[in-house]
C-alpha cells in the first residue's frame, strides 16, 4: 500500500489531474450520461462502480477519446482541454486497457510491449522507415525496464509468447504497454473480471503499483472487495448520473451497493 | 511463467512449434519419411522380393533425380512463399498461380516482339504487383474476403491469359530468359558461395550474443546457438555437394534462395513485417495501436502478384515455353497452397514462415516426384497429396494454443 499521508476529501480533496464536468451523451433516444462529474488525482486509485447501463464504460470511452460527448468540458490540471480522438488521449497521457486487452497471442511479450512504436536501427536511412531493420535487442531492453517498473515478478523472460501466459500475467502486459508510452492517466476496464484469485491479486499489485509511481489510475470492477482493497475514492454512477462519490476508508461495501441500486435520498458523506 | 506440469503428445508438440528452429520440425519430419521410403524402403523391398534384380538401384536419392526435383519444385516454392506473405495475414490468394500464367503468357509475347528480356521480366514483375494489388485494393478498402475476391480474380486471370495466348502455347527462346534456369554455379564457386554463407551466419550469431551480453539481455544457450548455424551449414552444404554431384548449382536455385531471403528478412525483421504478424494475430489490436491494417493488406497481395510473376518467370525459363496447363488450367495453384500450409504456415494468420514454404514445396515435389518413379497413376498422386495436406492442417490445428482454437 501507499506510504502516503492520509487524502483529503470534500473541500480538501487532492487537486485533481484529470476533470471532467457535465458530460452528456445520448445514443439516439438513450441519454446515456446526464451531465456526469468526473475526477481523479495524481497518485490516486479511484473506482468507477455501477450496476449495468449505469454509463461506466460509456464515460471511459468517451475520456479515452473512442467516443465524442455532446457537452461537458475536460481539464487536465486546471487547464481546459478538448478530446475528440483517441489520438487526443493520448497526447493528453490517457491510455486505457480495454477488457480485451488486444494482445498479439502470436507475438512475444517484447514485441507486444513495442507493437506500433517499434525502434529500427539506425543507418538504414535510404530504406522506408517500414522497411528498415527492427532492433529487436533495443525492444527486449524496453519491455524488461517496463515488465520491471510493474515488478511483475513471475514473467521470466520477455521473449515469451503471450498465447503461453496466464491471464493475470496478460493483464500485466496490457498494462505495461499503456503505461509504457507516456502517461499520466490509466484506466482499467474490469481488469480482473476473468482472473482466479492468485492472479488477481498480481494484477492488484501492478495497479498499486502505478498508484506508487504517481499514475492517476480510474478503476472500473464489479468487484467490492477488490474495489476496498485498491481503490483510494470510490464514485457511483446510476442511470447516468452521479450518485456520490466516497472515500473508501470511510464507507463500506453495502453502503456502496445500495448507492449502486437504489441510489441515496440524501447527500451524506459526499466526498467529492 | 508458470512451470508446465502437463505434457502431453498434444502439449509438447505446441512448446516444439512455439520454439523458433521448433516450427521446421514437422515439415523436416514430413520430408525425411517421404525421402525415406521412396529413397531406401522401396529400393530394399524390390531388391529382396525380386529374384532378378542384380543390386540396389536408389533412383529416388540419386543426384540426378534430386537436382530434377529441385528444379521441379522450384515454381512452386516461389508461389508458396508468396502465398506464405497473406497466409500470415489470415487470407488466402487462390489467383497466384493465374497470376503466374498471365505474367508468363506476356513475358512470351514481350520477348516475341522484340523486347529485350531483362526489360520484359521488369515489366512483368510490375504487371504481377499490379494485378495483386488490385485484388488488395478490394479486399482491405472494399471490404470483400480474399476468398472471393481472388477466386473472382483466378477465374478472370485465367481468362486474360487465353486472351494473351490464343494459341494456349509459345515458345520463348530469348536467351536472357532461358539463361535464368540454364547457367550453372561452377562446382567451386557454388561451395564458396555456401561456405560465405555459413560464416556469415555464425558471424552474426556471435555478434547478436555479445550484444546480447553487453545489453544485460538473456542469453541464447550455446546449444541453440550453434545447433542453429549446424543445421545451417548442414542443409546448406548438403543441398550444394548433392547438386554439385550431378551438375551444380543452378542460377535459379540461387535466385529462389535470394527472393526467399529478402522476403524472409521483410517479414521477420522489419516494421512492416512486424505488422504482417500483428494483424494475422489480432487485427483489432493492430488497429488500435495505429497500425494502418488495409494498406498492410494490400500491400502483402501486391507482394504475392510480384513473387507470382517472378514464379512466372522461373517456369518460362524452365520450360523453354508457356502453356496454359503449365500454370493457370493445372494443379499448380493447389500445390502451391499446399507447401505453404504443409511448411506449417497457419491458415488462421499470424503463424509460419515463408523458409517453410520451401520444405513444403519439397515435399509436394518430392511426393509427386516420388510416385512418379514408381509408376504410380496421376490418380494416387492426387489421393496422395490429398492425404498429405490433410495431416499438415491437422498438426497445425492440434498446435495451436489451446485459448484461440475457437477462432
Redo the contacts between chains.
Keep these: 500500500m501507499s506510504s502516503k499521508e492520509l487524502k483529503k476529501v470534500g473541500p480538501e480533496a487532492p487537486p485533481p489531474h484529470l476533470r471532467v464536468t457535465g458530460i452528456q451523451k445520448r445514443f439516439g433516444g438513450v441519454h446515456a450520461l446526464k451531465g456526469v462529474d468526473f475526477e481523479v488525482a495524481r497518485g490516486e486509485v479511484m473506482a468507477l462502480v455501477g450496476d449495468n447501463g449505469a454509463g461506466k464504460s460509456t464515460l471511459m470511452k468517451i475520456l479515452a477519446g473512442a467516443l465524442v460527448c455532446d457537452g461537458g468540458d475536460f481539464f487536465i490540471d486546471d487547464s481546459p482541454v478538448a478530446i475528440n480522438t483517441p489520438h487526443d488521449a493520448a497526447a493528453l497521457g490517457i491510455q486505457i486497457v480495454y477488457q480485451d486487452l488486444a494482445l498479439c497471442e502470436n507475438l512475444d511479450v517484447a514485441a507486444n510491449l513495442s507493437l506500433g512504436a517499434e525502434p529500427v536501427k539506425s543507418g538504414w536511412r535510404f530504406l522506408p522507415k517500414l522497411l528498415r531493420p527492427l532492433d529487436d535487442l533495443e525492444m527486449e531492453v524496453r519491455a524488461k525496464a517496463a515488465i520491471d517498473r510493474l515488478r511483475v515478478r513471475t514473467l521470466n523472460s520477455v521473449r515469451a509468447k503471450v498465447g503461453g501466459l496466464s491471464g493475470g500475467q496478460r493483464q500485466a502486459i496490457a498494462i505495461a504497454r499503456a503505461v509504457g508510452a507516456e502517461c499520466s492517466v490509466v484506466m482499467l476496464d474490469e481488469p480482473t473480471a476473468a482472473l482466479g484469485v492468485a492472479q488477481t491479486r498480481q494484477v492488484l499489485d501492478v495497479v498499486k503499483r502505478l498508484r506508487d509511481t504517481d499514475h492517476a489510475v480510474v478503476y472500473i470492477s464489479h468487484n467490492m472487495r477488490d474495489i476496498f482493497e485498491v481503490s483510494d475514492r470510490i464514485c457511483v454512477l446510476r442511470h447516468g448520473a452521479n450518485v456520490a462519490t466516497w472515500k473508501t476508508s470511510e464507507t463500506t461495501a453495502d453502503e456502496i451497493v445500495v448507492a449502486m441500486t437504489a441510489g441515496l435520498d440524501n447527500g451524506t458523506n459526499n466526498a467529492a | 511463467?508458470?512451470p508446465e506440469v502437463s505434457s502431453s503428445p498434444i502439449d509438447r508438440l505446441r512448446k516444439l512449434r512455439?520454439s523458433s528452429l521448433g516450427s521446421f520440425v514437422p515439415v523436416l519430419l514430413a520430408l525425411a519419411a517421404i525421402w525415406l521410403y521412396f529413397g531406401l524402403a522401396l529400393p530394399l523391398w524390390e531388391y529382396w522380393t525380386d529374384p532378378d534384380a542384380t543390386g540396389l538401384r536408389f533412383i529416388f536419392l540419386s543426384p540426378r533425380n534430386i537436382y530434377n526435383l529441385f528444379m521441379q519444385s522450384a515454381v512452386i516454392a516461389t508461389l508458396a512463399v508468396g502465398i506464405t506473405v497473406v497466409l500470415l495475414l489470415g487470407e488466402i490468394d487462390l489467383s497466384a498461380a493465374a497470376t503466374a500464367g498471365v505474367c508468363a503468357a506476356l513475358l512470351g509475347v514481350l520477348v516475341l516482339a522484340g523486347v529485350p528480356g531483362w526489360a520484359a521480366c521488369l515489366l512483368v514483375m510490375a504487371a504481377g504487383v499490379v494485378l495483386g494489388l488490385a485484388q488488395g485494393l478490394l479486399i482491405a478498402y472494399v471490404g470483400i474476403p480474399s476468398f472471393v475476391v481472388t477466386l473472382a480474380g483466378l477465374l478472370g486471370y485465367q481468362g486474360l491469359m487465353q486472351k494473351i495466348l490464343p494459341t494456349g502455347n509459345l515458345n520463348i527462346g530469348d536467351p536472357f530468359v532461358r539463361a535464368i534456369a540454364r547457367i550453372l554455379i561452377p562446382d567451386i564457386w557454388g561451395l564458396l558461395l555456401a561456405g560465405l554463407l555459413v560464416l556469415a551466419m555464425a558471424a552474426l550469431a556471435l555478434r547478436?550474443q555479445a550484444?546480447?551480453k553487453a545489453?544485460?539481455?538473456?542469453l541464447e544457450t550455446a546449444t541453440t546457438l550453434w545447433g542453429q548455424v549446424a543445421f545451417f551449414a548442414i542443409i546448406v552444404f548438403t543441398a550444394v555437394l548433392t547438386m554439385n554431384a550431378y551438375r551444380s548449382v543452378p542460377l535459379l536455385i540461387v535466385l529462389l534462395a535470394g527472393v526467399t531471403a529478402i522476403i524472409g528478412w521483410?517479414t521477420t525483421?522489419?516494421?512492416?513485417g512486424?505488422?504482417i504478424?500483428?494483424v494475422?494475430?489480432?487485427a483489432?489490436?493492430?488497429r488500435?495501436?495505429?497500425?494502418d491494417v488495409k494498406r498492410i493488406r494490400a500491400v502483402a497481395f501486391g507482394i504475392v502478384g510480384l513473387l507470382a510473376a517472378i514464379g512466372g518467370i522461373f517456369g518460362a525459363s524452365r520450360y523453354g515455353s508457356v502453356s496454359y496447363t503449365a500454370f493457370a488450367g493445372g494443379s499448380l495453384l493447389l500445390e502451391s497452397i499446399g507447401a505453404a500450409v504443409i511448411g506449417g504456415t497457419s491458415l488462421f494468420g499470424?503463424?509460419g514462415s515463408v523458409w517453410n514454404a520451401i520444405l513444403g514445396a519439397l515435399v509436394i515435389g518430392s511426393l509427386g516426384n516420388g510416385l512418379d518413379l514408381t509408376g504410380a497413376s496421376a490418380a494416387d498422386k492426387l489421393m496422395f497429396s490429398g492425404a498429405i495436406l490433410l495431416l499438415a492442417v491437422a498438426i497445425d490445428a492440434l498446435s495451436r494454443?489451446a485459448?484461440?482454437s475457437a477462432r
Design positions: 511463467m508458470q512455439e547478436r550484444e546480447r545489453r544485460g539481455l538473456e521483410v525483421s522489419t516494421p512492416f512486424r505488422s504478424f500483428a494475422g494475430g489480432n483489432e489490436s493492430a488500435r495501436v495505429g497500425m499470424g503463424r494454443p485459448g484461440t
